[in-house]
């Protein structure tokens, strides 16, 4: 019975990905935020990519209303947690006596640092933005650090994030980040769950297709932490890989796992020239 349903559940997906074409992704719709900061939603694909020729950010990909909240701050909701970001950027928290603003006076220096995460810190680990904000938690400031795709962590990555809005993804995948590189890109390309899928599936090989009522992105990165209509509130790229394996009903890898943080940065390298529109709503 349980092989069976299995078997419906697959043919069923299978099938409203190839009967179930969209229309061409609105290659030619124009971002603009607060009417004066326009942001290019496509790019020449990075030459890495074998199989794309142009990279597409997710916004291209929602329906128009969704579009819309993105265009205008004051109507976009992920702006709810940026506003809590800024009380804890400036709320004095552990042993230290200390608060972000201590070290990091002014929230706006940390304009770039989004483009290329994660990078290889000096010890030779690959480190996420996650990591520093929870290295800077428990070592400087003597505080608990904050769970992974947490409420307090992806308001702080949102806030983080929003400074470098406008700018290139930019993320180093040679050097000491190859390796690294080479383990996300075999996580993206490996099959894996109950359904036999893998991220390329949807967002390589189906993207601008509908299945069901979802219209298949690329899964770009480039707006994360994006406020998701679906569950009104932050989401962490690392939160979407663990719900995209719960979906193809695979095990997850933990959170700020070795395995996460490599396929964090392929994915952020499939995105290399497009432009960070953190915080992005989705749907």
């Known amino acids: 019975m349980g092989m069976n349903l299995f078997k419906t559940t697959a043919a069923v997906a299978a099938l409203a990905i190839m009967a179930t074409g969209a229309a061409q992704a609105g290659e030619d719709a124009k971002l603009v935020i607060n009417g004066d900061l326009s942001i290019a939603t496509q790019a020449a694909a990075p030459a890495h990519l074998e199989n794309l020729e142009t990279v597409y950010s997710g916004w291209v990909f929602r329906t128009k209303e969704t579009q819309a909240l993105e265009m205008d701050d004051f109507d976009n909701p992920s702006f709810v947690f940026v506003d809590v970001a800024l009380d804890l950027y400036a709320a004095v928290d552990g042993t230290e006596g200390k608060s972000c603003a201590s070290c990091h006076e002014n929230v706006e220096d940390f304009a770039g640092l989004t483009t290329s995460m994660p990078r290889v810190n000096a010890d030779g680990a690959l480190e996420t933005t996650t990591d520093l904000i929870n290295e800077c938690r428990t070592e400087r400031m003597g505080a608990k650090a904050w769970k992974y795709s947490g409420t307090d962590m992806s308001a702080m990555l949102s806030l983080v994030g929003l400074q470098s809005r406008g700018m290139p993804v930019n993320v180093a995948i040679d050097?000491?980040?190859?390796?690294?590189?080479?383990?996300?890109?075999?996580?993206?390309?490996?099959?894996?769950?109950?359904?036999?899928m893998s991220c390329s599936n949807c967002h390589e090989d189906n993207y601008n297709v509908m299945i069901r009522a979802d219209h298949l992105s690329q899964g770009q990165s480039n707006g994360f932490p994006t406020y998701r209509l679906k569950n009104a509130k932050m989401n962490t790229i690392q939160a979407r890989f663990k719900g995209c394996m719960k979906n193809i009903r695979a095990e997850p890898f933990g959170q700020g796992s070795d395995e996460f943080k490599a396929l964090e940065l392929y994915v952020a390298s499939r995105g290399n020239g497009l432009i960070v529109e953190t915080p992005s709503v989705r749907n």
């Open 175 to 196: 050097g000491a980040a190859a390796p690294y590189w080479d383990k996300g890109k075999e996580l993206y390309y490996t099959r894996v769950g109950q359904l036999d």
